[in-house]
């Protein structure tokens, strides 16, 4: 079904107002907010999966919302097109890198068209707007104005650099010219000496910490803001904005032998993709980034891997170049497939273009799913099944995980059994019992009365509590919360049984009342889960007969009771039909192996997709338990004593420490635990020396599962701090004596 939506009526309220019980909610200012809000710049040398589709979906989702709350929007996404890499895998490929990358730009369009993410128009004016780099003559001239403004202020030198730096991440690894390998990819990291250009990172060290105290929402969530706060208190660096070496990017001003550093380019494309073009500049530019003194607010979602160039690099650029400073940079976490961090050498990347939403829809094919459907219907059960599904489950900020098992399981509990059962309980009733016109509720009032319910004051705090929570993005919580109320709409139907009631005139009322109570609940939902369900909140929106479209209701007007008086609701279609958990399983399962198979043979099987968003993630310390031995996304999470209890940490003495050969990261380890000899393969073989090792007391998690790391056997693992953004890992050890086998609690 496609619903095309008049225009909407804009409300004023800004960004900040928070809603009481009452559903009033304060407005600061008569004029109409603005919100410009962007994904990172997708690195386009391979197909998008799963990860990288969860920053644009999360921003569709936000910026629908922004749009029914009355903003003016602005949503941006695109590629960033600098880099050899980019070079290489175009003469992989065979073709001129230019159509290489355009090529690659249209994948990108594609899979938001397939998942449901409208491009800009007059129909969608919060669609995406996409901006493109090197490739984009505006672009160019945006990045090399912002090079010159940074000059004219002093804030450029011309010095040498002598460094060891990575093609393949395009990122310098050390700054020295000692052989190294690349922490990251493990790569061999190339020697680089050449004269270049220096942003002075270093004095905008004092400016950078009073930013970060004076608005201590420009970095969320605010366990991200403190790392990035010790990072500038510790020192910054100048950092060397130039390459000699680099065909392929944006050439320097007035010094075409250099090419402009990769992060200076990308960052700029969030002020070339609203219409910057140095002095050139479009309505749209200034109404949302000038604005950002004013009523703007400007926003920049990111994977946390990039969080040091947007929350330190990006502000110094705009600084030195006297440009307003956006309002928020957040940084998501990453998006892991079983736990398991997604990677192409791996074999587990999820791609969320097959099986999932590939125009075929969830299921796929006659046997699982009824071909009644139309493709376009099952397309979209599909695209909102892993909508819902992603922002669900992962608590915005923290890392998820993605496995078709979850996937399928929430599809079924939440969205069939759970929204799609109320609708297909309570509609139909409707139709029999009140010749399709639908019941006044409960009022609110009458609800404590003992004949009362309790859902118009649970429809009230949850559409109250949504509001507030949306504001800062927290999906997981507000959806969670919005499927309470569907389940307080399903146990009052359960308990109050309108279908056994007789037909006694008497009775009529509590037969309405319950019935009226159901159909307000599911207005409220198809209100408030719109931003994330915008197909199937629409279609409900429809059977309940309601105007114009759930987007055009702003959520924080929504008050129980607001229901027309004669409202006669349509046919009750199931908007989410139940899957066959284990066929639908074997299918995705099949598609995605055969998928897997495909890629493996095309070209671009050289390009190894090794991270979320396309800057290279830290591995963990040791892979038994991924996620990292100190992720401190995790530190958020809160388990009980007895969860605690069932870890056997246990203290231990390295005997021995050998490199595993062709895996650069790992060390092989015998540790002894008093009781035997482990062994342990860590991630720490570019941290530590062997011959440092032996000796050392370490914690070893005696009680893991054993697994094979390139081969060779792992019983458990070593507990290490991960420090700073790379995650160097810092064995955690004891001061004093302590005999091996010793228990930790
Ligand atoms: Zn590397």
Redesign the pocket.
């Known amino acids: 079904m496609s619903v095309v939506c008049g225009p909407l009526k804009f409300g004023t309220q800004p960004y900040s107002s928070e809603t009481t019980d009452d559903g009033q909610h304060t407005t600061d200012s008569q004029e109409m907010k603005k919100f410009y809000l962007t994904t990172p710049i997708y690195y386009p040398n391979a197909r998008p999966h799963v990860g990288s589709a969860y920053t644009t979906i999360v921003c569709d989702a936000i910026a629908r919302y922004k749009r029914m709350c009355g903003y003016d929007v602005a949503f941006l996404t695109g590629t960033d097109e600098h880099g050899e890499k980019l070079q290489r895998a175009a003469d992989v490929a065979g073709i001129p890198v230019e159509q290489f990358v355009a090529e690659k730009r249209e994948l990108f369009k594609d899979l938001w068209r397939t998942l449901g993410i409208p491009q800009h128009s007059s129909e969608h004016p919060a669609g995406y707007r996409f901006v493109h780099t090197s490739q984009n003559p505006a672009h160019r001239t945006a990045v090399q104005w912002m090079i010159r403004q940074a000059g004219k202020a002093g804030y450029i030198e011309k010095k040498r650099y002598e460094g060891r730096y990575?093609v393949?991440?395009e990122r310098y690894v050390s700054d020295n010219p000692e052989p190294v390998n690349?922490d990251?990819?493990g790569?061999p990291a190339e020697l680089i000496s050449e004269e270049n250009y220096f942003f002075r990172l270093s004095v905008f060290q004092d400016r950078l910490l009073r930013l970060y105290k004076d608005q201590p929402e420009f970095v969320l969530p605010d366990f991200r803001m403190n790392e990035v706060k010790s990072f500038v208190k510790g020192g910054l660096h100048d950092i060397s904005i130039s390459r000699r070496r680099l065909k392929w990017g944006i050439p320097w001003p007035d010094d075409p032998e250099q090419v402009v550093y990769v992060w200076y380019d990308a960052l700029t494309s969030y002020l070339t993709g609203i219409g910057f073009e140095g002095d050139k500049r479009s309505k749209d530019f200034e109404k949302y980034w000038m604005g950002a003194e004013g009523p703007s607010e400007v926003v920049h979602m990111i994977g946390k891997d990039i969080l040091r160039f947007h929350a330190v690099y990006w502000p110094a650029f705009l600084m030195a170049a006297g440009l307003p400073l956006p309002k928020t940079v957040f940084a998501h976490g990453w998006i892991y497939y079983q736990q398991d961090k997604m990677s192409k050498s791996k074999g587990n990347v999820v791609y969320p273009d097959n099986g999932i939403a590939d125009g075929r829809g969830l299921v796929l094919h006659d046997k699982i799913l009824d071909l009644t459907y139309p493709a376009k219907e099952r397309a979209r059960l599909g695209n909102e099944a892993l909508r819902y599904y992603l922002l669900r489950d992962t608590p915005f900020g923290l890392d998820g995980s993605f496995s078709y098992e979850g996937l399928i399981q929430r599809y079924n509990s939440d969205l069939a059994n759970g929204l799609g059962n109320l609708a297909k309980r309570t509609l139909p009733m409707i139709r029999s019992y009140f010749d399709g016109i639908a019941p006044s509720p409960v009022q609110q009032q009458a609800s404590d009365s003992e004949t009362g319910s309790l859902l118009p004051r649970i429809a009230s705090q949850s559409r109250t509590y949504a509001v507030n929570r949306l504001a800062s993005h927290e999906f997981s919580t507000v959806l969670t919360e919005i499927w309470r109320l569907i389940s307080g709409a399903d146990r009052e139907l359960n308990e109050r049984r309108p279908w056994a009631i007789t037909d006694d005139p008497s009775q009529r009322d509590r037969r309405a009342d319950v019935l009226g109570n159901a159909y307000e609940v599911l207005r409220f939902v198809a209100v408030l889960a719109y931003p994330v369900l915008p197909l199937a909140t629409q279609q409900l929106w429809t059977q309940l007969n309601q105007r114009e479209c759930a987007a055009g209701v702003d959520p924080r007007s929504l008050q129980w009771g607001q229901l027309k008086p004669g409202t006669i609701v349509g046919k009750a279609e199931p908007i989410f039909p139940r899957l066959d958990k284990e066929a639908t399983l074997r299918k995705l399962r099949e598609l995605a192996d055969e998928d897997r198979a495909r890629e493996k043979n095309t070209k671009e099987a050289s390009i190894q997709v090794e991270s979320q968003s396309e800057q290279?993630p830290v591995a963990p310390v040791s892979t038994p338990a991924s996620g990292g031995a100190g992720d401190s996304a995790a530190t958020d999470q809160k388990i009980t004593i007895d969860n605690f209890a069932k870890i056997d940490l246990r203290v231990g003495t390295i005997l021995s420490a050998e490199p595993i050969p062709g895996a650069t990261k790992l060390l092989k380890l015998q540790v002894d635990i008093g009781t035997e000899v482990r062994q342990v393969c860590a991630g720490i073989a570019e941290y530590y020396k062997p011959e440092d090792l032996v000796g050392m007391k370490i914690v070893l998690v005696a009680n893991l599962q054993p697994r094979k790391l390139r081969g060779v056997e792992s019983n458990g693992m070593i507990l290490a701090a991960s420090v700073g953004e790379q995650g160097k890992p810092v064995l955690a050890t004891f001061k004093e004596e302590v005999p091996n086998g010793t228990k930790l609690k």
């Open positions: 990575c393949f991440d690349c990251i990819c790569r290279k």
